[in-house]
């Protein structure tokens, strides 16, 4: 796991957790000048991460992509058991690490933020996945990566590639890494489904579903199955001994949802709230001193630049001035902003 300091004002645990679900992490190191990032020490020593220390000279300087490019092309090298690289970052400069990564044998992971990551490194990816997925955003996580029309075409497109190889039906782990190869930045949690299993049954009116020795199978949905008794129809999970939930057994009046789950402070209430609209907690005197900032340039030089042009000179200005301030957190309270004055 490689990961620039950009991308701390993130919860770090969910993002650990999911990667640990995709198989152990031997490596984790984060990229930074932590002379001046010290507040996320204790979230990433709870997360066992390897901070590696990258002074910063002056701004603009990219020094530490160009240490986080080095040690991960000496790891490739060096680590021959080490087959997976998770990139959390959304700069299209990883892209020719990613590449380089991808002709030593490695499977490459991305992880960013829909708002700024770039497509070309999305694509350079073996996959690519949203963080907002990763981080269960329910209200928009409709909204990212492709539509759900271009998803099923996506589909249809690698189905007929299997139908030219006569490999009907295609098992799903094999339909999904084909699907993968066309478009890395496919994933089925950005439908709001946990498995690839839960999207195809979704999509049933567009393909069929079969199982054989206990795997799951697919093939267009206009397929004539070979009459085998080893291939059969996939049929939705049941409950297991065919019960019901228990608790969809109870009337309604009578669950009581308090003993059920433990009603959260306060804190903890406002702390979801933020991590589910993407949010990092800013205090009011650097809200008030940004947008104030981003106010005076945009009444100096109207329209003379792009947003993202205006946060990064307004990011190196703070790295001038000693101030911690991330451009997502910038890009956090531009968007704030607009929202309140809508």
């Given at each position: 796991?490689?990961?620039?300091?950009?991308?701390?004002?993130?919860?770090?645990?969910?993002?650990?957790?999911?990667?640990?679900?995709?198989?152990?992490?031997?490596?984790?190191?984060?990229?930074?000048?932590?002379?001046?990032?010290?507040?996320?020490?204790?979230?990433?020593?709870?997360?066992?991460?390897?901070?590696?220390?990258?002074?910063?000279?002056?701004?603009?300087?990219?020094?530490?992509?160009?240490?986080?490019?080095?040690?991960?092309?000496?790891?490739?090298?060096?680590?021959?058991?080490?087959?997976?690289?998770?990139?959390?970052?959304?700069?299209?400069?990883?892209?020719?690490?990613?590449?380089?990564?991808?002709?030593?044998?490695?499977?490459?992971?991305?992880?960013?933020?829909?708002?700024?990551?770039?497509?070309?490194?999305?694509?350079?990816?073996?996959?690519?996945?949203?963080?907002?997925?990763?981080?269960?955003?329910?209200?928009?996580?409709?909204?990212?990566?492709?539509?759900?029309?271009?998803?099923?075409?996506?589909?249809?497109?690698?189905?007929?590639?299997?139908?030219?190889?006569?490999?009907?039906?295609?098992?799903?782990?094999?339909?999904?890494q084909t699907m993968?190869?066309?478009?890395?930045?496919?994933?089925?949690?950005?439908?709001?489904?946990?498995?690839?299993?839960?999207?195809?049954?979704?999509?049933?009116?567009?393909?069929?579903?079969?199982?054989?020795?206990?795997?799951?199978?697919?093939?267009?949905?206009d397929y004539n199955?070979?009459?085998?008794?080893?291939?059969?129809?996939?049929?939705?999970?049941?409950?297991?001994?065919?019960?019901?939930?228990?608790?969809?057994?109870?009337?309604?009046?009578?669950?009581?949802?308090?003993?059920?789950?433990?009603?959260?402070?306060?804190?903890?209430?406002?702390?979801?709230?933020?991590?589910?609209?993407?949010?990092?907690?800013?205090?009011?005197?650097?809200?008030?001193?940004?947008?104030?900032?981003?106010?005076?340039?945009?009444?100096?030089?109207?329209?003379?630049?792009?947003?993202?042009?205006?946060?990064?000179?307004?990011?190196?200005?703070?790295?001038?001035?000693?101030?911690?301030?991330?451009?997502?957190?910038?890009?956090?309270?531009?968007?704030?902003?607009?929202?309140?004055?809508?």
């Amino acid at each position: 796991l490689w990961a620039e300091q950009e991308f701390l004002d993130l919860e770090l645990t969910p993002l650990i957790e999911f990667l640990q679900s995709r198989g152990p992490v031997v490596i984790k190191r984060v990229y930074g000048d932590w002379s001046r990032f010290g507040r996320y020490r204790e979230d990433l020593m709870n997360n066992s991460m390897d901070l590696i220390q990258i002074y910063s000279i002056r701004a603009g300087k990219n020094r530490a992509d160009i240490r986080m490019s080095l040690d991960a092309f000496e790891t490739a090298i060096l680590r021959e058991q080490v087959k997976t690289f998770v990139i959390v970052s959304g700069d299209s400069d990883f892209g020719p690490l990613v590449t380089k990564l991808r002709e030593y044998g490695r499977y490459t992971l991305g992880i960013g933020p829909r708002d700024i990551t770039h497509p070309l490194l999305a694509k350079a990816c073996d996959e690519f996945i949203y963080l907002e997925a990763i981080l269960d955003d329910q209200d928009e996580v409709h909204d990212l990566g492709m539509d759900h029309e271009a998803a099923r075409s996506l589909l249809d497109k690698a189905l007929r590639i299997h139908t030219q190889r006569t490999e009907l039906p295609v098992p799903a782990t094999e339909l999904k890494q084909t699907m993968l190869l066309l478009d890395p930045a496919f994933n089925e949690a950005n439908f709001g489904f946990p498995q690839f299993r839960t999207w195809l049954e979704n999509n049933a009116d567009f393909v069929t579903l079969f199982v054989r020795d206990m795997h799951l199978y697919v093939a267009p949905k206009d397929y004539n199955a070979p009459g085998t008794p080893e291939l059969q129809p996939w049929a939705k999970e049941q409950p297991r001994n065919g019960r019901k939930d228990e608790l969809s057994q109870l009337p309604q009046k009578n669950v009581n949802l308090d003993q059920i789950a433990p009603k959260l402070s306060s804190r903890l209430q406002y702390k979801q709230i933020f991590n589910r609209l993407k949010m990092t907690s800013v205090d009011f005197s650097t809200r008030r001193d940004v947008l104030r900032d981003i106010y005076r340039e945009l009444k100096a030089r109207p329209g003379a630049r792009t947003t993202d042009e205006l946060l990064e000179e307004l990011c190196q200005l703070y790295e001038a001035q000693g101030l911690i301030r991330s451009k997502t957190t910038l890009r956090q309270i531009w968007q704030m902003g607009f929202r309140q004055r809508a």
